[in-house]
């Protein structure tokens, strides 16, 4: 009898908690979802016979194909790092790899351009080094997507290195303790200790990275206000959805080209559920 | 994230709604949506005319903004403005034709039309009705540096022979110094455009004629291949940091662009010292008559197809915006107005930035505007096609005339998806 009230209780918390997220998903995900559903009917043939969409989904897989291993390793390195030295250094350091997140807009786009012209950037002998002796280079051809996946990381790191801190200051102490005591060296409990017990989250990091990579949007739209006609509007598949709604009025192929992305994003998340076990509270 | 973003777009949406309100709040009213440097003049109307109710909303200058917010207006059924100035005029081809049928054929007296540059409304013109009327004009000169040309003994080039004679020349005698620069807008619209080559000459609203192949691209792929070569002509944006940097060092020996370029980039980016800089028309090609120029640049206004009984007033008011020769002769750019340029040009001359008047090469240039340079959908990809064609052969030390078939696909398959026939 008691049981069973508590059993009530707990259920009436579950939706009190959850509740307002399903509003949410359901107003702003799933009704949009089905609404572009109904819009797409007929545009999907249009969509995966447009010639600009090869060519957007070649840049995105190349980029990924950069992207996500520099970003991954980098996040998963600097946390490793920052986790060795804990104290006033790593917390200001977090809140560093974090800035550069928060410049957004033509502000974004103004500084990585700047960024990326020898003669006023920083990096000026670097970009020397590779041979580019102005912005117009630098987002010529496919060094557009070196660009954009130095951005990616800059933007994207910050908020990924604080996730993988967190779940490294999360680890039980009394494994690192131990191994400690047994006479393992910081890289020994790193390598065999540390890395196989935050596994799971940098998988997370990984396809969570995979599916926001494949949307890349704002990074090229950015570059491309402030250099207009150096980059195509379509360079990326997001950006041709957004192109067809608002450069040529047809919401129909970019909801069917919305949802394709929808499902690939779907992939991904399920991997995560299913393949990481992310869900799963017994371990660790 | 992507939803976090989502719920931020919404979010500042709603809250543009309710702080600027960009859409209509009573029938009566007249909306118009103008860039930041329009909204004065805007204003100074909307107060001169009080018993219009008009309301100004000053919206960014980014290309793709109003077919954006007009794709949602026609989403929603209202919103619509009645009025709307277009930093980037091409998009009056994409607001006239279906599915956004936003632009109104406009009805204005002859004696009105006539009174702009002639060839100025030319592109307006879409399928025999005109769509847009000009506010200014960016016709392309030849901008030199007045005392570099002198040390270095050069006379101007009244020729694209002798054009190329000088880049040939300044390669080996002065290396490091330009004669121009193409890339994207800047090579299409101030190079290709300017000798005729037809890459956007819309015919009608579904029609447009593309022939990379013409003689008037090959002639001037010809003419810039040695100089592209020996790099007296680059490939570097005008608005890059990078090439800033080389005027701001003076390497800057000639660079034929929009009329615009003295007061906007060379003034504010070069930071060229006072009485340096001056102007010549276009070089002129043998066996033509007179030299003629591309644009870069140029706003329209455009009324409404929706403005039901306020079109009247709309078109009264984008009338006064672009023939007012007190106001135009106060604005920034080169007025698309006769009677305006005059006017402005009256108070240019005396600039002192300038080593000689440069109004009587923009005048010349503004009434050589060469024919066949229509507001076309495929804009954005006009720009970046040639980057990835011709800027990407130059890079590669491939010829340019090779490149060309390539752009001419490009550009079909981009006028193809916007709904044109290519012919």
Request: net charge positive; with cysteine.
């Amino acid at each position: 009898m008691r049981k069973s009230r508590r059993d009530q209780a707990g259920r009436l918390a579950v939706w009190v908690l959850v509740g307002p997220y399903v509003v949410f998903l359901v107003a702003f995900g799933l009704a949009p979802a089905a609404f572009g559903l109904w819009t797409s009917l007929g545009s999907w043939g249009e969509v995966f016979g447009d010639y600009r969409l090869g060519a957007a989904v070649r840049n995105v897989a190349l980029y990924l194909v950069l992207w996500l291993p520099v970003l991954v390793l980098l996040v998963l390195s600097l946390a490793l790092t920052l986790h060795a030295r804990p104290g006033r250094f790593a917390g200001v350091m977090r809140f560093v790899y974090y800035l550069p997140g928060a410049v957004t807009g033509s502000a974004a786009a103004l500084l990585w351009l700047f960024m990326m012209s020898p003669d006023v950037s920083p990096f000026g002998p670097l970009l020397g080094a590779l041979g580019i002796g102005s912005a117009s280079q630098a987002l010529q051809g496919d060094g557009l997507i070196g660009v954009l996946v130095v951005m990616g990381v800059a933007i994207h790191a910050g908020g990924w290195i604080v996730v993988l801190y967190g779940a490294l200051t999360a680890l039980p102490r009394d494994v690192l303790e131990a191994a400690a005591v047994d006479g393992a060296t910081p890289w020994r409990i790193t390598r065999h200790v540390k890395l196989p017990l935050v596994r799971r989250y940098v998988a997370f990091v990984l396809i969570s990275s995979f599916a926001s990579g494949t949307q890349v949007f704002v990074e090229p739209t950015v570059l491309e206000t402030s250099a207009r006609g150096q980059i195509s509007p379509t360079w990326s598949v997001n950006q041709l959805a957004y192109f067809y709604a608002t450069q040529e009025g047809d919401f129909g192929r970019a909801a069917a080209l919305s949802l394709a992305m929808l499902a690939v994003g779907l992939v991904a998340a399920l991997l995560v559920i299913y393949k990481t076990r992310f869900y799963r509270t017994d371990a660790v | 994230m992507r939803r976090v973003m989502a719920g931020i777009v919404l979010l500042l949406g709603l809250l543009s709604m309710v702080a600027c309100g960009g859409t209509h709040k009573g029938s009566g009213e007249l909306l118009v949506w103008v860039d930041n440097t329009r909204t004065a003049a805007a204003k100074q109307y909307a107060a001169a005319h009080k018993d219009l109710n008009i309301r100004v909303v000053t919206m960014p200058p980014d290309a793709g903004y109003v077919p954006t917010k007009v794709s949602l207006a026609n989403k929603t059924g209202k919103g619509w403005p009645d009025v709307v100035f277009l930093t980037n005029p091409a998009e009056v081809s994409t607001l006239a034709a279906a599915p956004f049928d936003y632009a109104a054929p406009l009805e204005i007296p002859a004696s009105v039309r006539d009174s702009f540059t002639p060839g100025a409304l030319d592109p307006c013109v879409l399928g025999g009705r005109l769509y847009c009327l000009r506010n200014d004009l960016a016709p392309t000169v030849l901008w030199y540096d007045a005392k570099l040309m002198k040390d270095f003994g050069y006379e101007v080039p009244k020729t694209w022979a002798q054009y190329q004679q000088i880049g040939e020349r300044v390669a080996r005698e002065h290396p490091g110094y330009l004669i121009g620069t193409m890339n994207g807008k800047y090579g299409a619209g101030v190079y290709f455009a300017s000798s005729g080559c037809p890459t956007r000459q819309a015919v009608s609203l579904t029609e447009v004629h593309i022939n990379a192949a013409d003689q008037a691209c090959t002639r001037m792929a010809d003419l810039l291949q040695p100089l592209a070569a020996d790099k007296s002509v680059s490939t570097i944006s005008p608005t890059d940091p990078a090439f800033a940097k080389l005027g701001q060092d003076g390497k800057i020996l000639m660079l034929p662009g929009p009329a615009w370029f003295g007061d906007f980039i060379f003034k504010p980016a070069f930071k060229l010292p006072p009485g340096r800089l001056a102007a010549a028309p276009m070089p002129a090609w043998d066996g033509e008559d007179k030299p003629y120029s591309g644009q870069v640049g140029g706003g329209v206004f455009v009324v409404s197809k929706h403005a039901g009984e306020r079109t009247k007033a709309a078109v009264d008011m984008i009338t006064w915006m672009t023939t007012d020769v007190a106001l135009q002769a106060k604005q920034p750019t080169f007025p698309a107005h006769q009677a305006s340029a005059e006017a402005w040009g009256k108070a240019k001359a005396s600039d002192g930035f300038y080593a000689a008047d440069p109004v009587p090469a923009l005048k010349q240039a503004a009434a050589s505007l060469r024919p066949g340079f229509g507001f076309v959908r495929y804009e954005a990809v006009w720009q970046s096609s040639f980057n990835e064609t011709v800027i990407a052969a130059v890079t590669a030390g491939k010829p340019i005339a090779g490149a060309l078939p390539d752009w001419q696909s490009r550009l079909t398959q981009a006028a193809t998806s916007a709904g044109y026939t290519v012919k």
